[in-house]
C-alpha cells in the first residue's frame, strides 16, 4: 500500500441545461424507439448549447471551492483534467484560471489527458506533489463537451455520451483525519489504440492539411472490441491491485467506476467480485461523459450522503490508449 495522507476536501460539478433524451436522439439518428436505452442503458444526458469547457470547469470549481470552505486566491496549483482541450494553445487549466478570476502568478497551470481516466490520472499526480509539500491546495477540473465530435453514422457509442464538467479540490489530510490516497495502478495496451481513437486535429491529420476529412475529426469507437479487451485484462489487474493493497472487495464501501456502458458497469459484479449495491452508477441520467465521468459520479454520490467521511472508496474504469485504472482512497 502507498499511502499519501491527501483528502479530497471539496467536490462539484456542472451540467449544461439542455437536456437529449434518448427518445428524442433515437428519432434523430433514425433508429427504433426504445432500442438506445435497450442498448446503451442511457435514458438522457446533457448536451452543451454555448457553454466553453472552460466556462463549465469554472462552474464545477466554484462549487468544490464552496465545498471546501476555501477561496480561489489560495490554490497553489490548477490541473485541467480533460481529454479534449478548450483549444491547443495555451492549456485548458490556464483558461479555467481566468475563468475563475484566479489571482494571475498565485497558481500554476497545467493539463493531464490521459481520455476517460484524466481525472484519476491527475488525483495521483496531485496527492503525491502535495505529500511531497510542494503543493498545499490543488484545483483538479475535468470538462468535456463531446457531443459536437460524435458521429450519427455510429449511433450505439454516439447515444452514449453526454457533456458535463466535475472538480475537486485537494489538500493534506491534517492530523486526526483519516483521508488518504492509499493505492493507484495504470497499466496501457496499446494494442488497442485503434479501438478508440479521433485522429483529426493533430499533426498527422492538420485542421489546415487539405487532405483532412470531416469524418477525421469525429469520435470513433469499436465497442464490442474494447468491451472484449477489457474482459480479457481487467479481472488479472483488479487482482493484482487489490493483492498489492490489502484490501478485500467487501471492504470498499463505494466503488465508482467510469461509467463507460451498462454492460462495463455491470461486469463489476459479474466478474470483479462486487456486489451491486457497492457499486454506483449514474450512467442512466448522464451518459458517459468522458473524463468528467468518474469525477462527476464521485461528487453526486458524496453530495447524495451515499459516501460519508472515512468511507473506503474505490475509482476503476478504462481510456483510450487502452489504460486500466484504478485507486482506492479513504474519502
Known amino acids: 500500500m502507498h499511502y499519501l495522507p491527501v483528502r479530497i476536501a471539496g467536490l462539484g460539478w456542472y451540467l449544461p441545461d ?67 482541450p478548450q483549444q491547443v494553445v495555451p492549456c485548458t487549466a490556464a483558461l479555467i484560471q481566468r475563468e475563475l478570476g484566479a489571482p494571475e502568478g498565485r497558481s500554476v497551470c497545467f493539463d493531464i489527458n490521459a481520455t476517460c481516466l484524466s481525472f484519476m490520472l491527475a488525483l495521483h499526480t496531485a496527492a503525491q506533489f502535495i505529500a511531497a509539500g510542494v503543493y498545499r491546495r490543488v484545483l483538479i477540473v475535468s470538462s468535456e463537451i463531446v457531443s459536437p465530435s460524435l458521429n450519427p453514422n455510429e449511433w450505439e457509442s454516439a447515444a452514449l455520451f453526454g457533456d458535463a464538467a466535475a472538480a475537486a479540490v485537494l489538500t493534506a489530510a491534517a492530523p486526526g483525519q483519516a483521508s488518504a490516497i492509499c493505492q493507484a495502478r495504470f497499466a496501457t495496451y496499446s494494442s488497442g489504440a485503434e479501438l478508440t481513437q479521433c485522429v483529426g486535429g493533430g499533426t498527422l491529420h492538420h485542421p489546415n492539411d487539405p487532405a483532412t476529412t470531416r469524418e477525421m475529426n469525429m ?13 480479457r485484462t481487467m479481472r488479472p489487474f483488479a487482482d493484482e491491485f487489490f493483492a498489492e493493497l490489502g484490501w478485500e472487495r467487501e471492504d470498499v464501501a463505494a466503488v465508482v467506476p467510469h461509467q463507460a456502458s451498462r454492460h462495463a458497469i455491470e461486469q463489476l459484479s459479474d466478474r470483479l467480485g462486487f456486489r451491486p449495491a457497492q457499486v454506483w452508477s449514474n450512467l442512466r441520467e448522464r451518459g458517459n461523459c468522458v473524463a468528467a465521468s468518474i469525477p462527476l459520479a464521485l461528487a453526486e454520490a458524496v453530495h447524495a450522503g451515499r459516501i460519508r467521511r472515512g468511507d473506503r472508496v474505490l475509482l476503476i474504469g478504462t481510456g483510450a490508449g487502452l489504460t486500466l485504472g484504478a485507486l482506492a482512497l479513504v474519502f
Open 18 to 84: 439542455h437536456t437529449v433524451t434518448s427518445a428524442e436522439l433515437a428519432g434523430r439518428i433514425g433508429v427504433a424507439p426504445g432500442l438506445i436505452e435497450r442498448a446503451t442503458g442511457v435514458v438522457e444526458r446533457r448536451y452543451a448549447a454555448g457553454e466553453t469547457s472552460a466556462g463549465m470547469a469554472a462552474a464545477a470549481a466554484r462549487m468544490a471551492l464552496e465545498h471546501a470552505g476555501l477561496g480561489v486566491g489560495e490554490l497553489d496549483a490548477i490541473i485541467g483534467a480533460s481529454t479534449a
Open 219 to 231: 469520435f470513433a469507437m469499436q465497442g464490442p472490441a474494447i468491451f472484449r479487451h477489457a474482459l
